[in-house]
């Protein structure tokens, strides 16, 4: 398995300003995600999280609002720029460990943005 | 790309009845079926899963069918207790490593 440790677990924001979110695994990973989950819904993804290269952003996000960085095996962060009340959401990272193949997903607890 | 269909969206069983969730999938080339169970407050967490070439899985009181042709795949839960409680969402993984998420399933499991 994989454990992943996301900061901060939770935030409250000012419409206007942006936050990193950081995800750290305990082991070297292949691939990295980040979904949102807004609250009672589905996971949708964000984007796939390359090392040493640009992020793959899915339909409907872009790199300007959501910067992320994967500067290495273990390490991900993801920004959410310039919120506004629609970015209220959980914030989840997810990997897939290397070498195993299974396409299991590890979580983690998820960041809950709150923008006001 | 990959959609993923999933019904019912809330599902209400009495203990020890069975629970059975029911997706859809429109990319033929995917070919990893995950089930995750996500508690309330809690992050996502595998449960069962199924890989193209097999037809059935079942671990315990969980099992999963996949019909390649009808690109259908469902979860049972036998002899359901109220721990099972939670939502489930299915999910099919596309060459290209991209997990798409049904929408979810409410479990509700009443004592």
């Known amino acids: 398995s994989a454990v992943i440790s996301q900061k901060p677990s939770r935030d409250i924001c000012q419409r206007g300003t942006s936050l990193t979110i950081q995800c750290q695994v305990d082991s070297q990973v292949t691939m990295m995600f980040w979904y949102r989950q807004q609250p009672g819904q589905s996971l949708t993804l964000i984007a796939t999280?390359?090392?040493?290269?640009?992020?793959?952003?899915e339909s409907g996000f872009v790199i300007d609002k959501f910067p992320i960085s994967r500067p290495n095996l273990t390490f991900s962060t993801l920004t959410v720029s310039n919120m506004s009340p629609e970015d209220s959401s959980i914030y989840l990272c997810?990997?897939?460990?290397?070498?195993?193949?299974?396409?299991?997903?590890?979580f983690g607890e998820g960041s809950r943005l709150t923008v006001l | 790309g990959e959609n993923v269909e999933q019904h019912p969206s809330t599902l209400s069983v009495q203990e020890g009845d069975s629970a059975v969730i029911k997706c859809t999938y429109s990319d033929s080339a995917s070919n990893y079926f995950p089930w995750y169970k996500q508690e309330l407050g809690k992050r996502p967490q595998l449960i069962i899963d199924?890989?193209?070439?097999?037809g059935e899985k079942k671990d315990q009181r969980i099992a999963v069918t996949l019909n390649k042709t009808a690109k259908h795949f469902s979860l049972h839960i036998t002899e359901t207790q109220p721990e099972d409680s939670a939502v489930y969402f299915c999910a099919a993984r596309q060459g290209g490593f991209k997990t798409i998420f049904g929408a979810g399933t409410r479990l509700f499991v009443k004592a």
């Open positions: 199924i890989r193209s070439n097999v």
């Open positions: 999280a390359n090392q040493g290269s640009e992020a793959t952003y």
């Open positions: 997810s990997a897939e460990k290397s070498g195993m193949g299974t396409g299991e997903l590890f």
